[in-house]
C-alpha cells in the first residue's frame, strides 16, 4: 500500500482517534497526519516503531565497522581468537 492512500486530516485523526488507531494497529501500516494541507507527521504502532528503532541501531553498527575497517582498525580472526582465549585464562 502507498503511504499516500493513508493520509488523514488533523480533524479526522481527533474525530476517528479510536478508530484510527485500531486500524494502524491492526494494519501496521502508518498513517500521515496533515494540518491545513500538508504533511506534518506520520502515525505509526509501537511494534513498527521498535522495528524501526532496532534497525536504526544495526545500521549504525555497520556503518561503524565499515569505518572501522577504512581505517584499518582490523584484527585476524586467529588473532582475536588467541587474545579471548588468553583473557580467559
Same mark, same amino acid.
Not at 506534518?40 to 505509526?44: D, M, Q, S
Given at each position: 500500500m502507498r503511504l499516500t492512500d493513508?493520509?488523514?486530516s488533523i480533524s479526522y485523526v481527533k474525530a476517528h482517534a479510536a478508530e484510527l488507531l485500531r486500524d494502524i494497529v491492526e494494519s501496521q501500516e502508518p498513517v500521515v497526519i496533515t494540518q491545513n494541507g500538508e504533511a506534518?507527521?506520520?502515525? =505509526?504502532d509501537v511494534a513498527?516503531?521498535? %522495528?524501526?528503532?532496532?534497525? /536504526?541501531?544495526l545500521l549504525k553498527?555497520?556503518?561503524?565497522?565499515?569505518? %572501522? =575497517?577504512?581505517?584499518?582498525?582490523?584484527? /585476524?580472526?586467529?588473532? /582475536? =581468537?588467541?587474545?579471548y %582465549?588468553?583473557?580467559?585464562?
Open positions: 493513508r493520509v488523514r506534518r507527521a506520520v502515525l =505509526i513498527t516503531y521498535d %522495528q524501526l528503532h532496532e534497525t /536504526a541501531a553498527l555497520v556503518s561503524l565497522a565499515e569505518r %572501522q =575497517i577504512g581505517e584499518g582498525m582490523v584484527e /585476524a580472526v586467529e588473532d /582475536a =581468537i588467541a587474545a %582465549q588468553e583473557d580467559l585464562s
